[in-house]
């Protein structure tokens, strides 16, 4: 991973202050799971990180099991401490996103991506979409909280807007760090309005999209996707 992620003390700082509204957005995919009425089942994190997403959102809803993917071994081996206090049966893979999720022979119930498929350019998130859509069950749920642009926002907008907050609000980081996160991501983030992450969901066979949260800067939206 380019930038700021080469030091995940600096994210999980960020974290730490809630700058990236994680609670917000994990209760709001707290909020859907126990909406759907049964539970989070088998649960797959895609760029899970260091997992701490995850224990946000899971960590009384005794998931069925927990299949963590990320990138890069570091990014694991912080989620495996993190996992040590978890009671639910988990597991963490190194590997690309799109090619587990090409390569997973089981259905699962619940995926949950956060602020990490806005990597993928804006040609290769229909793929990623339908992808989602074949690994999930009966009553699937797709939970995602990403970087979301205005409609009609240039991409090198949202960066600056993106940047005007991160320089207001990082503020357990130090200056240099919160330039360091501007840079990436003006570097490595692809940002699309939700209406737009909704209509690729909906091509790819999805039936239902409901924006659950998003933070009062609108820079990232947690969304919803059900196969029902
Ligand atoms: C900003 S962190 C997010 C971590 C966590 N999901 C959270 O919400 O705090 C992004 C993570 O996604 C991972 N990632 C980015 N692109 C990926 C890909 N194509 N496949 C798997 N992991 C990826 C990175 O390695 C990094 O750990």
């Not at 995919?29 to 997403?53: E, S, W």
């Not at 926002?153 to 991160?166: M, Q, V």
Request: net charge negative; hydrophobic share 45%; glycine share 8%.
């Amino acid at each position: 991973m380019r930038g700021f992620f080469a030091d995940w003390a600096v994210y999980q700082a960020a974290v730490r202050g809630n700058s990236l509204r994680h609670r917000e957005a994990a209760a709001a995919m707290r909020a859907a799971i126990t909406a759907r009425g049964t539970g989070a089942g088998r649960v797959l994190d895609l760029g899970c990180g260091d997992a701490g997403m995850a224990s946000l959102v899971l960590a009384d809803l005794s998931p069925h099991s927990y299949l963590g993917i990320d990138l890069t071994p570091q990014a694991l081996a912080l989620a495996e401490r993190t996992a040590a206090a978890w009671a639910f049966p988990h597991a963490f893979q190194v590997g690309d996103l799109r090619t587990v999720l090409a390569h997973l022979s089981e259905t699962v119930d619940t995926v949950i991506v956060s602020l990490a498929m806005h990597h993928l350019p804006t040609s290769d998130k229909p793929e990623f979409f339908r992808l989602v859509r074949e690994r999930l069950g009966p009553a699937g749920l797709l939970l995602m909280y990403e970087p979301a642009s205005l409609p009609g926002e240039l991409r090198a907008d949202y960066c600056d807007r993106a940047a005007h907050a991160f320089r207001l609000h990082f503020t357990e980081v130090s200056p240099p760090d919160v330039e360091a996160i501007i840079d990436h991501v003006r570097s490595a983030d692809y940002p699309e309005p939700p209406g737009d992450y909704a209509r690729m969901a909906l091509d790819a066979g999805f039936r239902s999209v409901r924006v659950g949260y998003e933070d009062p800067d609108r820079l990232w939206a947690m969304i919803a996707i059900g196969v029902d």
